[in-house]
T-cell receptor, first 114, second 112 residues
Framework: EAQVTQNPRYLITVTGKKLTVTCSQN?????MSWYRQDPGLGLRQIYY???????DKGDVPEGYKVSRKEKRNFPLILESPSPNQTSLYFC?????????????FGPGTRLTVL | AQSVAQPEDQVNVAEGNPLTVKCTYS??????LFWYVQYPNRGLQFLLK??????LVKGSYGFEAEFNKSQTSFHLKKPSALVSDSALYFC??????????FGPGTRLSVLP
């Protein structure tokens, strides 16, 4: 089954404790992206990657890092989480072959930073 | 810069009635427009997209959307709403690049 998976689905942590949210897709997509969803703000892009070892900042990159060492994986790293990073996070991927292809989304990770 | 507006936070409609969820956009060049739906505790699911051609686009679950270039709008419609259509709906725009920009979302409630 074609899918985007994220782990963990739920995470409660404390300020300053480094964490990683994993994202993996099995569709051989070149393009992957991370979003955060906050009430009234919709989805805002954090980082995106057009291919292995190619990443770039989205609209709200502060406090986040990413890496793309393999085509299927795109982990999101919070080196020192803060309460304002409490949010719902989504990973997405799409095939860059056609530039108008829709994105496929993971199920989301709900993060709470105390 | 691209932007998307969804002027209604909430849309209420009775089951069986037609529904419309509004979206307007701003983008340089030709737009690629998308609608996604989010059910509780789920990720976003693709509904439909406009690339080029016919201004009326048909998608999943009986939804359709009308592209209006002069009004820069891409409203989502369904002739007869179901209670199961109740969800959060997002409009998104993309230009020739790879970045999607999403609207703030509209919560649709279909009342039995």
């Amino acid at each position: 089954e074609a899918q985007v998976t994220q782990n963990p689905r739920y995470l409660i942590t404390v300020t300053g404790k480094k964490l990683t949210v994993t994202c993996s897709q099995n569709m051989n997509h070149e393009y992957m992206s991370w979003y955060r969803q906050d009430p009234g703000l919709g989805l805002r892009q954090i980082y995106y990657s057009m291919n292995v070892e190619v990443t770039d900042k989205g609209d709200v990159p502060e406090g986040y890092k990413v890496s793309r060492k393999e085509k299927r994986n795109f982990p999101l790293i919070l080196e020192s989480p803060s309460p304002n990073q409490t949010s719902l996070y989504f990973c997405a991927s799409n095939d860059r072959q056609e530039h108008y292809n829709e994105q496929f989304f993971g199920p989301g990770t709900r993060l709470t930073v105390l | 810069a691209q932007s998307v507006a969804q002027p209604e936070d909430q849309v209420n409609v009775a089951e069986g009635n037609p529904l419309t969820v509004k979206c307007t956009y701003s983008v340089s060049g030709n737009p690629y427009l998308f609608w996604y739906v989010q059910y509780p505790n789920r990720g976003l699911q693709f509904l439909l997209k406009y690339i080029t051609g016919d201004n009326l686009v048909k998608g999943s679950y009986g939804f359709e959307a009308e592209f209006n270039k002069s009004q820069t709008s891409f409203h989502l419609k369904k002739p007869s709403a179901l209670v199961s259509d109740s969800a959060l709906y997002f409009c998104a725009v993309k230009d020739y690049g790879q970045n999607f920009v999403f609207g703030p979302g509209t919560r649709l409630s279909v009342l039995p």
